[in-house]
């Protein structure tokens, strides 16, 4: 799950990938839940390098 205002649920199978397009994610830090523990995050509102 991904904790976001309106948290988004995604299933992926055993070594299978999934996605999910969530259209207007305002720039922050989000959390991402596995099984119902944080591991991992995504960070949405960088900018490109040089």
């Keep these: 799950m991904l904790r976001t205002p ?7 199978p055993a070594g299978g990938r999934a996605s999910v397009l969530i259209p207007g994610l305002r720039a922050g830090h989000y959390v991402i839940d596995v099984d119902g523990a944080g591991r991992g995050a995504l960070d949405v509102g960088g900018e490109p390098g040089p």
Excluded: G, Y
């Design 6 to 12: 309106k948290p988004h649920r995604l299933t992926v």
